[in-house]
């Protein structure tokens, strides 16, 4: 474990600048954007390259010191969270996009390298990264990756591991992995998967090859309205059956209307109990006639409002209560825990009554945003954690909803990954068997208990402890 010289090992091995232990930046590091688990760093370390990174590993081997990947800390899983102490590798120092081959639709960048920032570099070519996380202007492609993220847009497009075609990755000991490269279909590709929504887990990518897609030649945008939650899951259900695939179909519920709607004036029909946001695109004529049904669908189903975006602003304008809406909420109350599950389509409106019936039954608001083409539910229980219980309130509340999307055929995360919030979930999706057949895997790459400690896999030794040690002194 780390000793007195420790930091002074550190910065030979880098810089002073890039090693950073003051109790300020601790505390900054000490979480991600899941509030409810906090876990102190020993020092925070911002390598420039591979190599840089490959360093600072050798030296966590050495010295035995656990380690934690991190981009920008948008993860809503605690996965970024040191959950045994130790050195958090931070990717801020690693930013750069190093190729873009417009030829052959590929790019390879850092892997601190922001999503939204890609699209923009390639956006003068045509081209775009398709997997939108709706954090997608400040989380890094490192963090997409490690939680093979999805975003509104994945419904048609696939996410995040259908766009990784090769990788740079330091492992458990330091050792620089190559694999793929700038095309599909690698003799290596089965081992990306694996590595792709590892959590972090199995090592620290640096670098990555990414496919880039053209711009679709049209984009037809609607907003409709529904006087429940019921009816506009409903239309979505209505809309896949007659084999129409949006390429966005986003369901904001009434919480999130209001929150809007009082943080950015925006308005929607009297009444509405559900905003159903769709979006179709591809050739001219193809997107126009999926929206024209799409539409008609929407009517016979009941809407009470259509809004449909005539130009880009428009378009922006449709869009603002789905990309501002969970920051929106921060109206309502100062702690947020944004669930994630999965559920049949079919099943959406009985689970959306029972995460209601949940949150009043423990004293949360609750509120729902979310990708409802695929399923992937997340509720938003808002509340005070400063408040006696609430801390406790919002995490039994969260298990049981997670368990409801289990008992309906469903999984315990679309996209937001594991990280240290749902641990206990998989004790109740896996077996005993399936969990020790998954430890397998991962021992493919290391047994190592330094390489993010404490994710995903439930049942590791020493986890609790230290968590417990720095939420109660921090309190
Ligand atoms: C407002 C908001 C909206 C969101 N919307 C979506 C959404 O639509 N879809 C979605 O999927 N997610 C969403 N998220 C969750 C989150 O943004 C994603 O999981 C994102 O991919 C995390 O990226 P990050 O750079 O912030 O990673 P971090 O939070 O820093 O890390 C996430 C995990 O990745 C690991 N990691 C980070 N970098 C590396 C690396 N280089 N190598 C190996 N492991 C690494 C960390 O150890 C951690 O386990 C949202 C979050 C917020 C706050």
Known sequence: MPSVGSVDELKQILSDEQVVTSGAAM??????AYPLDKSKPFAVVFPRNTEEVSRVVRWCGETETPFVPRGAGTGLSGGALAAKGGVVISTKGMTQLLELDVENRVARVQSGHVNLKLTQAASEHGLYFAPDPSSQSVSTLGGNIAENSGGPHTLKYGVTAQHVFGLTMVGFDGEVIELGGPIADHPDSPFI?????????????TEAWVKLSPDPAAVETVLASFSSTRAACETVAAIISV???PAALEIMDRKVCEAVKAAFGLEYPEGSEALLLIECDGEPEAALTEIQEVRRICEAQGSIGLQVAADEEERAQLWKARKKGIGALGRIAPTLVTHDGVIPRSKLPEMLDFVSKVGSEHGLITANIFHAGDGNLHPVL????????MIHAAETAGQKIIEKC??????????????????????VMFSEDDLRLQMEVRSIFHQSELCNPCKVLPNQKGCVEHMRRWRGAAT
């Open 27 to 32: 505390r900054a590091y000490d979480c991600d």
């Open 193 to 205: 998967d694996l590595i792709v929504g590892s959590e972090g887990t199995v090592g620290i990518v």
């Open 243 to 245: 084999g129409i695939v």
């Open 382 to 389: 808002c509340f005070d954690e400063r408040e006696p219980g």
């Open 406 to 427: 289990i008992e309906l055929g469903g999984s315990i995360t679309g996209e937001h990954g594991v990280g240290v919030e749902k641990l206990d979930a998989m004790k």
